[in-house]
């Protein structure tokens, strides 16, 4: 592959969103880079170019058999104006991680972070600059051969698209209700649950439809085999702070590693607070509760970094954490990791990548 | 809905491939059946159009969650040269199955078979009549909103494409030798095994490979739980005949239900050949095999109609049947039910449908 990246610019720019109204993965900017794949070239063509529809043929092996990776990073614009990412290499990294999992060939992590460097500062004037605003950052990966066989393609179209997001939190950062599914599976060890692809997401539907159906806004997924073990929330990975001590699922084949569960732990084990992965099943949580001990639990994810858990609805019981109220921990973490992100606070970790 | 369907004729005919060297799944006909959905007009704008690529923007939903479903099935060409469907009512069926599943809006079974007659009969010259080939028909579902969150679309394309493909066989029925998988797992109950999903294929890869790079065709699945019951192989389910009786793997949440499956239970009752679903340990299958008792063994889908099973690789060790060639029960439910798809047999339970 040669690592030159085509540019061609696009002759019309899109008015910008208002920043006071932005959606999430609505508005996208007004470039992308693309690069294809064939078994003898390889990754090849890198290319930024206008953003626009792509051509298909109905037998494109991406209608039929969900061979498909993708990943989800933010780029955040500094009070001072710079331009910020967090952890890119992490995602990079975790896309080939997804990559072995579909038979899909692996990409350079350091060529497409490069990639997305490029495209960022093109598009630099879409990232928004108020409070929880950021440039939403969807690389991803379908398979483009025309075949109706089921075996992993010989071609594939890797890309990157942006888009300009709101603030998670309209009114501040606010705990959320979340229902324990307890009939449905998101995945299984051996199964495709470590991997970041389209069929996870497929499988979580059915459950979020009827969790939101009983005011629910997000599932909790058990284990697929006992139905006993906490996994993790919708996209998020999920912490309980316990008569001091902080755990997370471990990670046991079926769970996805997110970057911000990485981060948390080292922010954590930084301020001396003990944090543990273990497995730990819902009725341990449960009776933690009913002994007074559960004192918080969050969701951690890119979508909205730290999600306060207000209440879980459990074996047809409601259990109410902290009043339904933001834990002290949940507050720390937020304002730290999002402080980091944005230059407020001091990169500790050598997290942050800064687009030129 | 209304039921009119528009059709648009390709002003170009593409030339028909020669019938010996049909492929499966590469060669498609000149028109297509497509039809749209939103929530306000429901399923819209019913059309027969020519073949041809459809444009899609990158952040549509077909490339990211994995929302799809597809169905499978077959046109035949008679001796007298009528165009037979095989039960096309149940692929239609099943595709509301998979689409409750994957919340998707039910389609209208009657008009989808009626839309799918009327493109066939526009598309007849493209059935090749050779022994043992046939016009593969694959209806599928794509997610089409533009939209990067995850939930059901609000908005759908119903395609219709055929393919015309050779026969199966190139040189008579043949075993096949399988794979006994243990470490990755397709499904487990309350995932998408039991729908037609993209998912479940995506998730099938990595086992395949490792099956064919160990010189085998084809993956058997064991149930997720424990991995020690059987589910079924790659694209078909599985029977076994153990002294006498015919066994298959009851439907038990994971595994998909086929149309053959369906079809060999209804012939071998009809043939008073004891046959019974139920959960069937490997082990089992093995301890009979060792004992002398398992006569036969055979895969049966829309692609093979019967696939007698030559060879089982379980824990290290080579089982094989019938010294690696076509029971008398396989070929039997072979010619009988290929028969009947052909108009050579009498259609003992009204299973076919004529295209005029
Ligand atoms: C299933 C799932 N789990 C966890 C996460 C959290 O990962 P990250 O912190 O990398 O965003 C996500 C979101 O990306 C997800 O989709
Ligand atoms: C996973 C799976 N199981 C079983 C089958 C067999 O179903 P049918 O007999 O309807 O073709 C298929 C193929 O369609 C399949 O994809």
Redesign the pocket.
């Known amino acids: 592959m040669t690592n030159k990246i085509n540019i061609t610019l696009s002759t019309t720019r899109k008015e910008k969103p208002n920043p006071s109204s932005l959606e999430f993965g609505r508005v996208f900017t007004d470039h992308m880079f693309v690069m294809d794949y064939s078994e003898t070239k390889g990754w090849y063509d890198p290319r930024i170019v206008p953003y626009e529809p792509i051509s298909l043929y109905p037998s494109t092996m991406v209608f039929h058999y969900g061979q498909t990776v993708f990943?989800?990073?933010k780029a955040y614009r500094t009070k001072e104006d710079k331009i910020f990412l967090f952890r890119p290499d992490?995602?990079f990294q975790?896309l080939n991680l997804s990559n072995d999992r579909l038979c899909i060939p692996h990409i350079d992590e350091e060529f497409a972070a490069e990639a997305l460097k490029q495209l960022i500062s093109i598009e630099k004037d879409w990232i928004p600059s108020a409070p929880g605003t950021s440039l939403y950052i969807r690389p991803f990966i379908i398979p483009t051969e025309y075949y109706l066989g089921v075996a992993p393609s010989k071609y594939y179209r890797f890309m990157i698209i942006l888009s300009p997001v709101g603030s998670y939190y309209k009114e501040g950062i606010k705990p959320v209700k979340i229902y324990v599914e307890d009939n449905y599976v998101?995945a299984v060890k051996g199964g495709t649950?470590t991997a970041?692809t389209g069929a996870?997401?497929a499988a979580?539907l059915k459950a979020q439809e009827n969790a939101e159906k009983n005011g629910y806004s997000q599932v909790l997924w058990l284990d697929g085999l006992e139905k006993k073990y906490i996994e993790?929330?919708?996209?998020?990975?999920i912490f309980f702070k316990i008569n001091g001590e902080v755990v997370t699922p471990a990670l046991n084949g079926s769970?996805?590693?997110?970057?911000?569960?990485?981060?948390i732990i080292h922010l954590l084990k930084h301020w001396d607070i003990p944090v543990s992965e273990k497995r730990i099943s819902m009725e341990e949580v449960y009776q933690a509760y009913k002994d007074g001990f559960l004192e918080e639990a969050f969701?951690?994810?890119?979508?909205a970094?730290i999600s306060p858990i207000g209440e879980f609805f459990y074996n047809d019981e409601k259990m109410v954490l902290n009043n339904g109220e933001t834990g002290e921990l949940s507050k720390k973490l937020y304002d730290t990791l999002t402080g980091i992100q944005t230059g407020k606070h001091e990169d500790l970790f050598n997290w942050i990548v800064e687009v030129n």
Do not use: D, P
């Open positions: 990943e989800g990073l992490k995602n975790r998101r649950g970041k996870n997401y979580s993790e929330v919708g996209s998020m990975n769970i996805l590693e997110g970057v911000t569960r990485n981060s969701g951690t994810g890119t979508a970094v």
